[in-house]
């Protein structure tokens, strides 16, 4: 059984410059979670989606960021123009359901430079 | 070895040895806590869990104590090997938002 799976694994994006984030998760599990982590912090939770609804935003940014969670895909979280203060590594987590385990992808290293 | 108070960044400790990584969350709602151990490059690592029902659980050479009187949860180690090494994180949620410490850097000593 694979796990959560994310790519690209690094991504080098200039300012001004888009990115997409890809996340798929485990077999079986329709919970994403998207969180964010700063070098030497912990991990913040930024949304949780469910197949084709965002149940809980309220730890994205609301200008630039957005994130999808389609019938039939990955999860994309899609940073517009982004900026130096955007480089982070960013995880995505899956559930079987709501109150449940969250296991967590190998993430992906943004550099905006 | 043990980490001890709020926060103590790093634990160093002979490999052999029992470990104990300490952490206080903030939410007295919180009714589900997880550790998390998380490797350099990777993405964290699900170890164990606990519900607010239970006061200790155990795993494979791993136990997890949760004192919700003082809001204080451990992760108890046993007999670390050098695979250990890594930074471990614990996790609190009320709901599906988990929230992270800041976690503790285990290093294991030959």
């Known amino acids: 059984n694979a796990g959560v799976m994310q790519n690209p694994r690094h991504l080098v994006r200039r300012r001004g410059q888009e990115a997409r984030l890809r996340c798929s998760p485990m077999k079986g599990h329709s919970h994403v979670y998207w969180y964010r982590q700063l070098p030497e912090e912990g991990l913040k939770f930024m949304v949780y989606l469910q197949k084709e609804n965002i149940i809980d935003e309220s730890g994205m940014p609301k200008e630039r960021f957005s994130a999808e969670f389609p019938k039939e895909g990955p999860s994309i979280l899609r940073i517009q123009q982004v900026v130096r203060g955007d480089s982070a590594a960013y995880f995505c987590a899956s559930s079987p359901g709501e109150i449940y385990e969250q296991y967590f992808g190998p993430g992906t290293r943004l550099t905006v430079t | 070895g043990e980490s001890v108070g709020l926060h103590l960044p790093t634990l160093s400790v002979q490999e052999g040895d029992n470990s104990i990584i300490n952490c206080a969350y903030s939410?007295?709602?919180?009714?589900?806590f997880i550790w998390y151990k998380q490797e350099s490059g990777k993405g964290p690592q699900f170890i164990i869990d606990?519900?607010?029902?239970?006061d200790k659980r155990q795993g494979q050479r791993v136990t997890v104590l949760l004192n919700k009187t003082v809001k204080h949860l451990s992760l108890q180690i046993a007999a670390t090997q050098p695979g250990d090494s890594a930074v471990y994180f614990c996790a609190e949620t009320e709901d599906y938002k988990l929230s992270f410490g800041a976690g503790t850097t285990v290093t294991v000593r030959a």
């Open positions: 939410n007295s709602a919180s009714d589900y």
């Open positions: 606990i519900r607010s029902n239970m």
